[in-house]
Each structure stands twice: as C-alpha cells, then as structure tokens.
C-alpha cells in the first residue's frame, strides 16, 4: 500500500505530513515508557523484520498480490508507540533507498500505513485479550483478528485521505469498495504471519512480548475446598535472562527471507497498485525522486543476475535498517534513563 508520488495533491500531503509529524512526535514520547531493557534491543530488530517479511509479496486474488504492513505485529511486539516508530523507520529507509514510496507521499504513508494500522491493531488487540482466558493461545488468537482488522481499516484511511486530495477524478465509493475488498484478503495474509511471528515469540520468550505482559493468570491450588492463589516464583533478573539467541535468530530470518526467500515472492502489482490501475487513480503518477537510486526498485545497480541483486539489496536493507531502527531506539531509551536518573528521583522525594 505505498502510495507514490502524484496520488494525492500537494496540499494534502503537507497536511498528512503535519499529521505524521506530530504521530511520530507523540511515539517519541510515549516509547520512551516502553523501550526498557527488553524492548529497547529487539525494537530494531523488529523494524528489520517487517522490512524483511514486506518483500515477500503473497498472491492474493487473480493478478493480484499483498504484503505484510506489519503496524499490528509491531504493536503487539514492542508497544504501540513504539510501533508505529519501527513501520516509520521501514518506510522512510524505503523511500529513500529503494524508491519504494514517494517522498511527498510520506506523510500519506505514515499516517496510513503506521499510524492507523498500529492504532487500530493495538486496540482491538488490547479489547480481545481482556475478554478472553488468560492464556498464550488468547495472544495469537487476538493477534490475528487485530492483524486483520488493521489492513482493510488502512485501505480505508487512504480512500478517505484520497477523496480530500486525489489528484482524478474518479467514483469514491467504487474506489472504497475495491480497497476495502482486496485488502480484507490481504488482511488475512497479515494476520497469519502477525500471529505465526507473535507465538513464535511467545513460546520462547514470552516475557519479551509486550502485548502479553500481566496477562498470565496465576495458577490455583485448592486448600480446604477453596481456590488459592500459588506463591509467586522467584523472579528471574532480566538482565539474566539474554536475549542474544532472540536477537541473533531474528536477525538471521530477516536476512534470510529478504536474501533468498524474496526471490520466490509474487510479481503480481500489489493491492493499491491493482485498484489504481482498475480504477484509473494512477493517472497522474510521478516518477520517483530516488528513482536513480542504486538500490531502487530493489535491486543493486551493475548486476544483472537478478537473483544475486535483489537477494543482495535485501540484505542491504535489512542491516540499514535494523542499524537506523537500533539507533532511535537506543537514543529514546538513552532520553528515557536520563530523565529518570537517581539525582532525579531523589531530588523529587
């Protein structure tokens, strides 16, 4: 769903650029209560991630295809704040790198594509697992109908943003009903992979999981004929607990899927690509601003095994953004320490 240059006016996008900046603004604020000392090293790593798994587009319908957005598999991850940093973060490494995206498109995409789909997600998310059971299988569950949900609402978001500033003249409501359409099945392609990554995760790490924090019941013993709580069991520091092995492991998937498994990916034109080609919303489109780029497109400039070059441009992409994505972590977790510092807090008592 990246939307290029020339879809939208240019009034439009500054106003949708002010609306990112000021989302975008807000997540820097808000992570820093999030990225402690288990999110702060795997947030980079889960921008990486959602770089990685966007190039494996799936088919979805007749010449068509769609790909993770991934706002809900951030959310749930790392923490909504956080999350639309770390899709924020992918975007901005795609349209500058890889001409994937327009530039004056970017505020469109970040609202669309990281806000409303981690908004979204995160909420319904949040309401589903405190109505069902407390248990790891409630996680997944909710991750897949929040992952879901997000795709369509996305689709719709950039339907509303095009009514406002479309650059052609087209019926809005057929543009609506395509959209939503395609991207309800691409939404369950989504919501697969958000669930798949999520109980992956939690089945090794759960303490890692930022979603699936305090939601673990405890157990019950009966005494007397009534149900009691279990002791609490030590807890293990978390600085004993690495998370090398997690980091490690998603690192290497990361390089692997963009590496060698894009290859495999579908070439069919993705959902908005598909919906503005039926519909004719395409008219207008420029050509992108880093379309020299030597990344563009996805490929590395020189060579011609298509194979080996987007294998490697992939691989490129992955470590410049896990480098990017680990660094605004680290930095808003930094500015976190540093305003919570002993003197602080003596200060204040």
């Known amino acids: 769903m990246h939307v290029p240059d020339g879809f939208i006016n240019a009034p439009v996008s500054v106003a949708t650029g002010v609306v990112a900046a000021a989302a975008v603004a807000v997540s820097l604020r808000g992570a820093r209560r999030e990225l402690d000392e288990r999110t702060a090293p795997l947030a980079g790593l889960v921008a990486a991630f959602i770089f990685a798994v966007q190039m494996l587009n799936f088919p979805v319908a007749a010449g068509t295809s769609g790909h993770l957005l991934g706002g809900a598999l951030a959310a749930i991850l790392v923490g909504p704040f956080t999350g639309v940093l770390c899709v924020s973060v992918v975007l901005l490494m795609q349209g500058i790198l890889f001409a994937d995206g327009g530039l004056t498109a970017l505020g469109v995409n970040i609202t669309v594509m990281a806000v ?79 669930a798949l990554t999520v109980g992956a995760v939690i089945a090794v790490r759960p303490d890692l999981v930022y979603g699936a924090r305090g939601l673990t019941a405890p157990l019950k013993l009966r005494v007397g004929g009534k149900l009691v709580d279990t002791p609490a069991a030590e807890p293990v520091p978390v600085a004993a607990r690495s998370q090398r092995p997690v980091w490690l492991a998603g690192l290497a998937a990361s390089l692997v899927l963009a590496g060698f498994v894009s290859f495999y990916a579908s070439a069919n034109p ?80």
Not at 147 to 157: C, D, E, I, N, R
Not at 276 to 303: N, Q, R
């Open 116 to 194: 409303v789909t981690t908004v979204v997600a995160y909420t319904v998310f949040r309401g589903l697992v405190k109505l069902l059971p407390k248990k790891r299988r409630s996680i997944t569950v909710s991750a897949f109908v929040a992952a879901m949900l997000s795709v369509p609402a996305a689709a719709a978001a950039f339907t509303l943003v095009y009514a406002i500033g479309g650059t052609t003249d087209v019926p809005i409501g057929q543009v609506l009903t395509a959209m939503v359409g395609v991207h309800t099945l691409i939404g369950i392609g989504e919501a697969a992979i958000t």
């Open 270 to 349: 993705d959902g908005l690509e598909r919906v503005a080609a039926d519909k004719g919303i395409d008219a207008k489109v420029e050509d992108h601003a880093a379309a020299d780029s030597p990344l563009a497109d996805y490929g590395v400039e020189g060579l011609t095994n298509s194979r080996i070059s987007g294998g490697l441009a992939g691989m490129i992409g992955v470590g410049v953004t896990v480098v990017a994505g680990t660094g605004v972590f680290w930095a808003v977790r930094k500015r976190r320490t540093s305003e919570t510092s002993p003197s602080q807090v003596g200060e204040s008592v």
